[in-house]
């Protein structure tokens, strides 16, 4: 269960309660891992950093650097051993990230694909299958694909297209799933036993009324609505007008 990233602010819940709600949610769902990007910000560093200490899981980014030393951030990749598949997450950020409240004075966002070709050969010695949480773009993925060998999968946001298959650049598999938390994307990959990739394929499930609350996570989002309710409309005031 993983979330590119660019997720944890943004609706008026989750900016009242400073991600809170977000990360709350994504623990009680188990997600494994989470990338970083314009939307984890907005608030500035510190929450972001609080946040990550709450998280269940890991938030990754491999070029994301304090401006004072050039010390990462976040840790750059995670490594999960699942029904004995080693997984990797390597976390990729766009530029986008350092518009947030005093972060282009504090945070600077190196280029990713050098980040990329320096974290990927590491973590592909260690792991099965190597997954990036991308940030950057659509096209931004499949440039790095092809200019970064060693990928696996490439989960993107930020593009927010809703893809009814993956796209393709050597053997890498790129897939985003949509926006605003209507749909869950499910990716299939199948290996042949050289490793080699043989089937590719995604499923875009619509979260539509077939799919009922959670009843915990239904409280959880009632609870912090009832603490951060959404403030009333301004009411618009007509400009004076001076007669002729």
């Given at each position: ?105 504090v ?13 990927v050969?590491?973590l ?53 799933q ?35 609350d ?20 301004v ?10």
């Amino acid at each position: 269960m993983l979330d590119a990233g660019s997720s944890l602010l943004g609706a008026w819940v989750s900016l009242a309660s400073d991600g809170r709600v977000t990360i709350e949610g994504m623990n009680a769902m188990g997600y494994d891992a989470m990338g970083v990007g314009l939307m984890e910000g907005l608030e500035g560093l510190d929450v972001l950093l609080d946040r990550r200490d709450e998280a269940g899981f890991p938030i990754l980014s491999a070029n994301l650097t304090y401006v004072e030393g050039g010390a990462l951030v976040l840790e750059p990749y995670a490594i999960l051993e699942r029904d004995g598949v080693r997984y990797g997450f390597l976390g990729l950020t766009g530029p986008e990230f350092t518009q947030g409240p005093g972060l282009a004075a504090v945070v600077a966002v190196g280029d990713p694909t050098e980040a990329a070709a320096r974290y990927v050969p590491e973590l592909r010695a260690r792991v099965d299958v190597l997954i990036v949480l991308s940030t950057l773009g659509k096209g931004e993925d499949n440039a790095l694909a092809a200019a970064v060998p060693g990928i696996d999968v490439i989960v993107g946001s930020k593009s927010a297209y809703l893809m009814q298959e993956p796209d393709r650049a050597g053997d890498t598999v790129i897939v985003q799933q949509g926006y605003l938390g209507e749909w869950l994307g499910r990716a299939h990959l199948r290996y042949d036993a050289e490793g080699a990739l043989a089937e590719a394929s995604t499923e875009a499930i619509a979260l539509t009324e077939d799919y009922p609350d959670d009843p915990d996570l239904a409280a959880l989002v009632s609870r912090y609505n009832a603490l951060h309710p959404t403030p009333a409309p301004v009411p618009l005031t007509p400009s004076p007008t001076s007669e002729p």
